[in-house]
């Protein structure tokens, strides 16, 4: 997918829709990790039943799993990029003195906040008001 740039207003629209995605995406995972923490004895259970238990898991898994790859779509359609999902930090292309630098939001917080050098990661966010008078 290409690359997409975002003023702060165009990406604080995105919000809501990135905050259900995310929730969604966490949930999701947390299925998927419940699932895979099953463990099935074969030889505890008769044999009909581990297949068919298995079968069930498995099914499960890959539709959970199905899911979980078109949300993740749908944020990439956006033109966001997920971070950390567990923390849910998206960052936000955009134009910064002929640069790019990212816009970063995290779940949790009502709008985006802060902006970070696209090498500095999460650790160098700065607040968003160094930005607001050089958008675009």
Known sequence: MAKK????????????KIKKSLIKLQNLQK???AI??????????????????NTKLN??????????YLELEKLGKIGCIL???????VDFY?????RDVFLCWK???????????????YSGRQPIIDLEDFQK
């Open 59 to 68: 099914k499960e898994y890959h539709q959970l799993s199905y899911e979980f």
């Open 31 to 33: 299925s998927i990790d």
């Open 83 to 89: 971070k950390d999902l567990d923390l849910g930090l």
């Open 107 to 121: 779940l949790g917080e009502n709008r985006i906040k802060a902006w970070h050098e696209i090498d500095s990661g």
């Open 5 to 16: 740039y975002f003023t702060l207003e165009s990406a604080q629209e995105q919000i809501q």
């Open 36 to 53: 895979l923490s099953v463990k099935i004895d074969p030889q505890a259970i008769e044999p009909y039943e581990f297949v068919d238990t």
């Open 94 to 98: 955009f134009r910064f003195e002929d």
